[in-house]
Each structure stands twice: as C-alpha cells, then as structure tokens.
RNA sequence: GCGGCUAUAGUAUAACGGUUAAUGCAUCGGUUUGUGGUACCGAUAAUUCGGGUUCGAUUCCCGGUAGCCGCCCCA
C-alpha cells in the first residue's frame, strides 16, 4: 500500500493553495530550531538570575505615543520602520520595536511602590519594518537587562559584566570577542562648539559611527567637512569611563576597552555606552549593545528615574554561537527518552497506556502509532535519537512481559513493567 | 526606502532555445510477513508567479514576489 504525503490529486492543484512560506523576514521554528531557540533563551535567563536580575514582560502591543514621545527624529523612525496601524477604537498602536520604552514605563508607572535599584530582565520578541538580511529580521528576540535607580559607575560596571558573563556561560572564551565602551557624556565635553557647530553634531556622531567602515582617508575627507578650520578632534578617555573598566579588571574581565567610535543610534542614552563585537571577522554586527539613559523615565512626569540596560538579540546570538561552534550536539535532539513501537494499530492502546504509565514516573516517551513496519520504526527511533523502545506485539500482550532495549548498547531486559522501570531511568 | 546578484523536487546541486529535466541526501515501499543505524532494488517528488519574443521558453526580455549582498537605518 502506497502512503503520500498529500495525494497526488492535491499536489497537482498546488498552485490554487496558499504558499508553505512564512511571512517576509520572520521565522518559524522548526522543532530542531525551537530548541536552539529555548537553549539560548533558558542560557539567558539562568545568567541573568544569577546576578540577581528579575523577569518581568509587557505586550507586544504599545501606543504608538510611546515611542514618538522621544523627539522628532524618532517620528520619522516610528512611521517608516515599525508595524504601526489604528485600532478599531481609532487608537494608533504600534507593535513595540524595542523594549526600552515599555520597561521604563513600567518601571514609572509603579515608581512609589517599587524599591530601588532594580535589576529587571526580560525576553521579548521585537518587531520592525525592514528590508531584512543577514542579522536583521523583521521579528527578532532580545535578552533586554536593566538596572534602575542606581547611577554610581559600579551599575555600569555590573551590567557590562552581566552581559560578559551571558557570552562565557554559551562556552565562549574571552579572546573570541571585545567589549567597547564610550560615554556620551565624554563626546560631549570634548567636541565643543568651537570645534563643530552644535547642528552638525549628529552628522559627526553618525560619521564617527561609520569609522570603521569605511577608509581612513575617506573619514578625514568627511570629517574636514564637518570640523571648523584649523581645529582637529581628539577625543581621550575620561575617569568615568576608566573607573568602568577599571572595574571591570578588577572582576577579572580583560577584553574591555575604551572605543570613542562608539555612539549608538539612539538619542535617549546620556552617558556610557557599550557595544560588543565578535572579532572572528564573520559577523562584523554588534553582537549586543547598550548605555545609560538618566532621563527616560521623565517622560512619565515626576522625578526621572537613572537607567542603564542592554539588549542583545538572538539571530547575532545564534549566528555567533555557529560561527565558534558553540552550540552542543545534544541540544538538537528532541526525541524523547523512549519509544513504545505497537507491531500493527491492533496494539496501539496498550502500548498507549504502557507509555501513560512511565510518563507517570517523569520520563519523556512517546508512541509510533504509525503503520510502517517494525524494523522501520526502531531505525527511526534510533536516528531521531531516543534512548529506549519497547516494542509491542501480540506476544506482549497476552503475557504481560515487556521487553526494554537500550539503542545505545544494544543491550535488552524482559519482566513486567513495573520491574523495568529502573532501565529507563538512564541518562 | 535605494542599488546589485539570484530563484530547478522536502533539501543540496546538474543540464538544455526542441525527445522522458539528471544526481546525492531525505521520505515511502521491498530484499528481511516481530527488532535499528550498513548494503542493494524500486517509488513519490521540481523549472517562483504574471506577461512578452519565438514554430517552440525551464533557458532570452520585462514586471511581480522571495532570498542574498551593499547603502540608508539600526531599537
């Protein structure tokens, strides 16, 4: 007997159907996926619980306010790259495209109830309209860390840390990628009116950005420009931005250094700022990035409240973890521990309920009810990578004597169920 | 949003202005009617969509769509 996948009448019709693609620029998760997804996201979560961080999560939906409130260049940015739309109730929403602006106005809505610092963190799934290519989808997920309400140096020091330590526990050695910092603040003192005039600053700043980019020649070309004759820009290293890395030696983390060519796109970080690079030369994408925004909260009304945070998104995450091979073999199997193989659909409930009972002890097992041959059934559940099967069969049944085989060794053991039981529990 | 490149079975590749569009892997069946990974045999399955040139287009041209690369932007 002959089984299709979809019968062939189907299949001749296929272009009356709809297409199998996902939407542009986002994904599905495909189960081997999704569990390289739920690797990193659970890697995440342990480190930032570890340095005592709390999870919390808003909707994806925000009123498009939120996200105009910061100025008019952000206008701009909210109706040309986010999914912005008008409600039933004619309210304009947009579908958050970071999370920064959701936390902060949390985090000012309950301002007189929580107590401060915070340390919060969350994994939200972001949303922006975009051309996508590599590195940059049009739905992406975010490890977002925040500390509020603590504007001594050591916070900064503290969350640059945390995002140094997220790196190492994926098993990445500290030479495989560079921490850069800089301070808005520094930018600021130093590039004085003298030197360029207040309105260029922005063109400056997005130049600096692309240093790295382009050549050397082509920035002083660029950069003559913009600077008042006869001066010329030297930016140095200023204390805050030496206490923070002093700080950071001093937790033992030595591949941090001092980046003036580090500014960060968006106008609401005040102070430090950070990014982080792989330096294999293969994903030439900050890999995470962040800095300290005194004034965010203001927006609320009342007091503000002193923030600094970081979001690293996990297509970099994933991207850089192949590139170093970092992801471990064992978490692409999603097979479960065991597989109960009924010999023909006549013995498909009892092999149904032996598995109901060792799902009672806590082990992961499923049933191969479909209707291929034995032999096929066991290859399959030895490539997907389950431990044990069981196979059932008539003999099985009328007896009551089951036997367990380890796909690993080989090895088998007959008895009832109930004295198996101990077999299965091997990892 | 702008520019360049690309599009063939589930997947990775091959080929051609004209007979049946080839191969590996995957899938399903068989050799083996109750015990796996190997081997052998067989089967299913594709020219992205729309238009044009042509006797004939999967191939050439135009457009749509999608992907990749660069720019813009980067939350």
């Known amino acids: 007997m002959h089984y ?90 947009t579908l958050r495209p970071e999370m920064t602006p959701s936390v902060a106005r949390m985090v000012a809505g309950q301002r007189h109830e929580l107590s401060f610092p915070l340390r919060w963190y969350s994994i939200p799934n972001l949303f ?10 049009r739905e992406h997920c975010q490890l977002n860390c925040d500390i509020f309400g603590a504007s001594h140096y050591t916070a900064d020091v503290e969350l640059i840390s945390l995002a140094y330590q997220t790196l190492i526990d994926f098993g990445a050695k500290p030479d495989m990628f560079e921490i850069r910092v800089n301070s808005r603040k520094l930018m600021q003192e130093q590039i004085s009116d003298k030197l360029i005039s207040p309105d260029l600053l922005p063109d400056y700043l997005r130049l600096v950005d692309k240093k790295a980019k382009i050549s050397n020649d082509e920035f002083i070309k660029e950069e003559k420009k913009l600077i008042k004759d006869g001066a010329s820009v030297a930016i140095v290293i200023n204390d805050k931005v030496s206490q923070v890395l ?105 092999a149904e309920l032996i598995a109901q009972h060792i799902r009672k002890a806590g082990i992961t097992v499923s049933t191969d009810i479909g209707i291929r041959k034995v032999g096929k059934k066991i290859g399959d559940a030895s490539t997907r990578g389950a431990r044990f099967i069981i196979v059932i069969g008539e003999n099985e049944v009328s007896s009551k004597q089951l036997t367990i085989k380890n796909l690993l060794s080989g090895e088998e053991h007959t008895g009832e169920l109930g004295s198996l039981m101990n077999y299965l529990d091997v990892k």
């Open 128 to 137: 922006r309209y975009e051309r996508p290519q590599r590195g940059r989808l």
């Open 4 to 93: 299709y996948p979809l019968s062939p009448t189907i299949l001749l019709m296929t272009e009356k159907y709809l297409s199998t693609d996902s939407y542009k620029g986002v994904r599905d998760f495909y189960p081997e996926d999704m569990a390289i997804q739920r690797y990193i996201f659970s890697t995440w979560a342990k480190t930032a619980e570890r340095y005592g961080f709390e999870r919390y999560d808003a909707s994806i939906l925000e009123p498009s306010a939120l996200y105009k409130a910061k100025g008019a260049e952000n206008e701009e940015m909210v109706n040309e790259q986010t999914y912005t739309f008008i409600d039933r109730g004619d309210r304009e929403v």
């Open 246 to 350: 002093q700080g950071l030696i001093s937790l033992g983390i030595q591949n941090a250094k001092f980046d003036s060519t580090i500014t960060r796109g968006f106008n609401y970080y005040t102070d430090t700022v950070f990014e982080v690079f792989d330096v294999s030369g293969e994903n030439n994408r900050a890999m995470l990035g962040g800095g300290r925004y005194d004034n965010l909260t203001e927006m609320f009304g009342g007091e503000a409240i002193s923030g600094i945070g970081f979001g690293m998104g996990d297509v970099t995450m994933r991207d850089f973890l192949e590139t170093h091979k970092l992801i471990p073999e064992y978490i692409r199997s999603t097979a479960p521990h065991v597989i109960v193989i009924p010999m023909t659909e006549e013995e498909n409930m009892p």
